[in-house]
């Protein structure tokens, strides 16, 4: 096995070490909290299902569609949370709300429109910051081309210089052995 | 006698001439305009065949006559029409000349050959100091010369009334009895030979064809010039004393005045004998002979010398310079008082001769000599080991033989590199055979004190200087030092010079190599340049004003610099140039221009000279390149636009300081560097946004769920707001 074989398998254990460690915490936490507060993570429990869900499918860079599935679901919980907190802090009263289809059918439609935004919403901004990055793109082609015409072709040696740095290092890297 | 010189003065006809000798091997005879020859002059009685060699001498060029009279210092006129052929030097021609101050007074000028070195520094004492019994020299200067197209140095003489005393002897025997030879010939040039001695001014022109009758009844008798070409350059050999004949005429060296009373010594020969007893003889065999009998021997030994002049020829024609006689001696003899004889010395006899080149030879001097002529068999001698045996055994000498051991067996080691060829061993054997003689290599020979105008005259006959740089590779002339014998202090002098010679021969750059040691050793010579081929650029002063006259002739592409004009700038002009030189020299066009621009702005500046229209166009034009250094564009146009107003000032020094101003310069240099590290981030940002490898609307994509998620957390942040506000009321 070569170098980097074994570095990306080091980095896949630490990564699952810290994870187990992780879950740890969070098991620890949330049994206290269960403890203490058992009525109310009963409700975000089952109100926050679609997020939980949400965050095991999620494959987007920095858990995008957790963030927004979970922030409008937690719109849709909150205002149950604050019943139970101001009428009758029970389990019983707990299981009652999150028995209630009329509340769950609150609690997931929340969610469900968080997805919706999340499906429809990406969409329409990366429309613009495509359109925005071409006309950023475009401004310092036209100061280069500025400098250019001021300061003559040589503007750009150090540009040149780096890529010229560039091909060579890639050249020089070491090429993978035949295994055959 | 005296009747037979005076018969002869009143029929003289001055364009008679006698048999001219072959022409030495490196001399140089004037340009002519036209190859078509001189017309005849008028005839003349046919010369007695004395054997008495003149130099050659070099006709006027023919249709000068159409050409407008050159004006020397606004007082001169020299009319190209009025050709004198009876008063030509053998590399001058002589014109008629008129004075505007004194228009009765008679004069003629000598035009040298141009590129041939004169005497300059000489013409300048001999016209500051009157001395008696020489040509006297009115006035000299370099003046353009329509007849051949360029400017030439002009020498102004008194005119001699009576013309040559060779010319005297016209169709009788060029004699003088040994009661009429004192009065008639040594008391009219001693007070002259005096004199040049106080002023440390050898002649080296004494020979018969250059003494002349200032006045029509041929009473005054004088030296004729000695100016117009190097010391000893125009003498046939026999005049010269042996080490010194031995030497072509350009390298014979300054001499001294024990050298002019050789050669009165030989005139005196042949005015008392009516000829020359050894005309039979070629150059080569006179040597031989006179290195091997000594000069009086050679030339007395078979004839009849009065017992009077025994003495005295004895001592002027001795071939030792320490034993030959000066002028006090001179002076006591010719003022009746003895002088104690000289004690014959009779040179070493080898036991047996060594034979060499067709004939046997007993003396090292003359095996020098004939080696220097045939080097292929010399160095097969030398190599055989022959010479250095014959030295040892026969001649009893073994500090020679072991130089010419030493020698053999460097080349050896050398073989097949330069420094071991035949030449270059035949050279070093020659110094030691002969330490006392001409250096020899490659048919280059020359005393050491004569070096700068052998190096001056074999430029211009080839145009080059390989040889005397294959000297100066070969480190020759420190072998010549260090084989000497006896290392007095004029000779450690020399050493030094050719050491700093040698220094600055090794280096390329524009301003040194040969062209400066060219200049080093002959400070009078004009500037060579090709450039400045029609002006006669003698000092440093007016080398900026004919550069400006000749910008209006040469092509606006080539630059006014080269290694002549550097060479001579950098021996001349007196401020240090070294950073300027260096800048010349650099491969980089741009470089190279903007260090010629600081040169010629410093002398202008230094000099003081103004208006230089001419130059300042020529170098305008040329400094694209150099304006091409700076970065910026506008700059540049900047730059561009001012020039023209520059040229129109004719001023280097502005025209520099807009080239090379150090503020803009270093401000250009900034803002360069500023503008590559703000295109550099605008190309890193751009790459960050189009690069290789990179999704644009991944990155779109990402950037939107990011945004969406911001937005939903914003959202919900606010709703519960909302919603605990709505709960609390």
Known sequence: MNDPDLQSQLEADHRRRRGRSNLTWILLILTFFLVIAAPTMIVFFFGLLPTLVAYIIDRSKGKTATFCVGGINFVGVFPYIITLWTERNTIDAAMAIVSDLFVMLVMYSSAAFGWLLFLAMPTVVSSFVLVLQQRKVAQLRTEQKQLIEEWGPEVAALVEMHHMDELEASLSEPTMPDAS | MAEDLDQAEETVEPDSETSPPPPAEDNVVAPTASPTPTPAPAPTPAPISNGIPEPERTPAPAGAEQHPPATLKNRYLIFPAMPLPNLDSPTATAYGVEDRREPGRKLFALV?????PTRTQDMKDLRNHTVHGLLPLVDFGAVPW????????????????????????AGQQVMISEYELGRRIIEPLLPALLELAAMSLPHRGLRLDNLYFMDKDHRELVLGECVTASPGYDQPAIYEPLERAMAMPSGRGVGATCDDLYALGMMMVFLLLGRNPVAKLSDDELIAAKAESGTYQTLCGNERIPMQLIEPLRG??????????NLEALELWH???????I?????TKPKGPLKFAGRDHVT??????????????????????????????????PHMAEGILATATVSKVKEGAPGGSDDVLVSKACMYLDPHGPIHFKNFSFMPDGFGSALAVEYLRKGNFQIPAELFAQDLLGHWFSSQPEKHADLAILDKTFQTLTGLAKITDMGYGLERCLYQLNRTLPCQSEILQQAYVDHIEDILPALDAAADNMETRSRPMDKHIAAYIATHFKYDIQPHLKALSDPKEETSLIGMLSLFALMQWRMKRENLFGLSSWLGGL?????????SRSTRRTIEQEIPALVRQGSLPELFDLIDNAERRHSDTSAFEEAQTA???AETEILGITGEGVDQEQMALEAGEKTTAIFSIVLSMIAISIIIFVKTL
């Open chain 2, 623 to 631: 400094l694209q390149p150099a304006i091409g250094t700076y970065h």
């Open chain 2, 679 to 681: 295109f550099e981030i």
């Open chain 2, 146 to 169: 329509s007849p051949l197209n360029q400017s030439c140095m002009m020498v102004i003489f008194d005119r001699p009334l009576g013309g040559r005393l060779m010319d005297s002897f």
């Open chain 2, 364 to 397: 090292p001097r003359t095996i020098a000599h004939t080696f220097s002529k045939n080097v292929s068999e010399a160095a097969k001698l030398i190599r055989s080991g022959k010479l250095e045996l014959w030295l040892r055994q026969s001649l009893g000498d």
């Open chain 2, 335 to 341: 003022s009746g008082q003895k002088k104690t004889p």
């Open chain 2, 112 to 116: 040298c050959t141009p590129g041939l």
């Open chain 2, 316 to 325: 002027l024609l001795s071939d030792d310079p320490r034993e030959r006689w």
């Open chain 2, 343 to 347: 004690q014959r010395r009779p040179a």
